[in-house]
């Protein structure tokens, strides 16, 4: 089955509303008229307004890096899934490393999020990863099977469509250290064998799967080579212009 790559900037915490357009304004003449991937901009929430009002118009989709599980409420700090919508934003990521790890985000945490996002039509681009101790003690693949089943808790193969999984090694993370693609293709194949397993080999067969990991200019022709790989979630190397331009059009 053909599957649409999606190539996904994460911009953390960095850039400024002024960057921000900047940057927006130098990479959208880069990629007009490309079509065979689809590609999408995660932003801070406060930047929000300001990319999506500045890609209006093209082929480049804007998401939010994070969002609650509650529809709206008492939660400091926090973006619903309301307020994304309202300001034109189409996906989010849930599940990043860095949300597990330093904001204590578990699975159950990660699913209640994935039911709020399909109940509202956001894409959701769920991320899983193990860390390198659990690598090096060849957990990894029980610790992904472990991750896509609690994530996947209660979502039924007619509303898992829209789902995107993001495999991101947390060793390789603002490292410098890439899986190779060969150990980033088996760790998709396990996770595509486990969505099978839950959902139907049907909606495994077209569910994409990202591979995120300090995936660069020179790296991503190789990963995006293999077949279950199906598109990007890149960091430091998609707050340039150029350097992003490079990936999408790997």
């Known amino acids: 089955m053909s599957r649409k790559a999606l190539i996904a900037a994460n911009w953390k915490m960095y850039k400024t509303p002024v960057e921000a357009n900047v940057f927006v304004d130098a990479f959208l003449p880069l990629v007009a008229g490309h079509t065979r991937?689809?590609?999408?901009?995660?932003?801070?929430p406060v930047l929000l307004p300001t990319v999506i009002g500045a890609a209006k118009g093209s082929n480049v989709a804007v998401g939010c890096q994070n969002i609650h599980f509650a529809e709206e409420g008492a939660y400091t700090g926090e973006t619903s899934i309301g307020q994304l919508i309202a300001v034109g934003g189409t996906h989010t990521l849930i599940?990043?490393?860095?949300?597990?790890?330093?904001?204590?985000?578990?699975?159950?945490?990660?699913?209640?999020?994935?039911?709020?996002a399909l109940k509202h039509g956001v894409?959701?681009?769920?991320?899983?990863?193990?860390?390198?101790?659990e690598r090096e003690a060849?957990?990894?693949a029980s610790v992904l099977k472990t991750q896509v089943t609690g994530a996947f808790a209660g979502i039924t193969p007619e509303a898992a469509a829209p789902i995107v999984i993001a495999y991101e090694p947390v060793w390789a993370i603002g490292t410098g250290k890439t899986a190779t693609p060969e150990i980033a293709e088996d760790a998709h194949k396990v996770i595509r064998a486990e969505v099978a397993k839950l959902l139907g080999a049907d909606v495994a067969a077209a569910m994409r799967i990202l591979y995120g990991g300090s995936v660069k200019p020179d790296n991503v022709t190789s990963l995006m080579a293999q077949p279950d790989i199906d598109g990007a979630l890149v960091?430091?190397?998609?707050?340039?212009?150029?350097?992003?331009e490079k990936i999408v059009k790997y």
């Open 37 to 44: 991937d689809e590609i999408a901009l995660f932003p801070s």
């Open 95 to 116: 599940g990043h490393s860095e949300r597990r790890q330093y904001f204590a985000e578990t699975d159950e945490i990660v699913n209640k999020k994935l039911h709020t």
């Open 123 to 133: 894409v959701p681009i769920v991320c899983i990863g193990e860390v390198l101790e």
């Open 138 to 140: 060849g957990k990894t």
């Open 235 to 244: 960091g430091g190397a998609s707050l340039k212009p150029d350097s992003f």
